[in-house]
């Protein structure tokens, strides 16, 4: 392991994500899992084999929870950025080259605009195939009318972003796993734990 970075102490003090955001992160990033998961299953599976397999009432549960999740993580989504930008980033106490510091904001901006926009084509697709957009048992209104030719476009920018988003996230997780291996205090500035 380098010697070349702070130790991740308990008593490190060095700067960090206030912890107001590092909750949000860490709950955005299970939410997030969860709704990839359901949504490639609902996506590849399909309306008709969803219904053959588990019935409609869970079908629809199924379809219910995918878009409460998707709106859950919006509004999260939302607020984190909010808090962001009204607390700004701690400064970095470790020397990371000018590469690091590129791909490192590359993939933050890619993860906020692609987490931010996948729920909201998925509700617009939703609306101009012509079903409700749930959250919880509440309908949303409709923001666009129906159009079959739209809906099809739409759950296809809906499954490119999906897609999109586990390519980003495999960098992340993997830029992530590599700054805990090295021991330096990056990961520290995002942990829940002291
Ligand atoms: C962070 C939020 C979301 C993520 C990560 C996400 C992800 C996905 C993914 C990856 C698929 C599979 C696409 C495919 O294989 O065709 C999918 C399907 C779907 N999503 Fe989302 N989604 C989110 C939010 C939403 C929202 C808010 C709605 C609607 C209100 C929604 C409605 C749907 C529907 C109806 C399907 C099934 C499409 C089909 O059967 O072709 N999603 N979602």
């Known amino acids: 392991m380098s010697t070349d970075y702070p130790s991740v102490g308990v008593a490190s003090g060095l700067p960090r994500h206030s912890f107001p955001l590092r909750v949000l992160h860490w709950l955005i990033a299970v939410l997030l899992a969860f709704s990839l998961i359901g ?9 008709e084999r969803i219904v053959e397999l588990v019935g409609t009432d869970i079908a629809n549960i199924a379809y219910m929870a995918h878009k409460t999740l998707g709106i859950t993580i919006l509004g999260l989504m939302v607020l984190r950025l909010v808090v962001r930008l009204l607390q700004g980033t701690p400064p970095y106490a470790v020397e990371l080259s000018g590469f690091q510091r590129f791909m490192s904001r590359l993939v933050h ?29 509440w309908e949303l209104p409709a923001m666009i009318a129906e159009n079959p030719a739209l809906a099809e476009q739409l759950f296809q920018a809906h499954m490119i972003l999906g897609l999109c988003i586990i390519a980003v996230l495999v ?24």
């Not at 949504?39 to 309306?47: A, D, E, N, S, Y």
């Open 171 to 194: 960098l992340h997780i993997g830029a992530g796993l590599r700054h805990k291996r090295r021991g330096d205090w990056v990961m520290h500035r995002i942990s829940l734990g002291r």
């Open 39 to 47: 949504g490639f299953t609902l996506g590849t599976l399909g309306h």
């Open 109 to 137: 901006f890619l993860l906020y605009v692609m987490v931010i926009a996948i729920p909201i084509v998925g509700s617009l697709a939703t609306a101009a195939a012509g079903f409700p957009v749930n959250f919880f048992t």
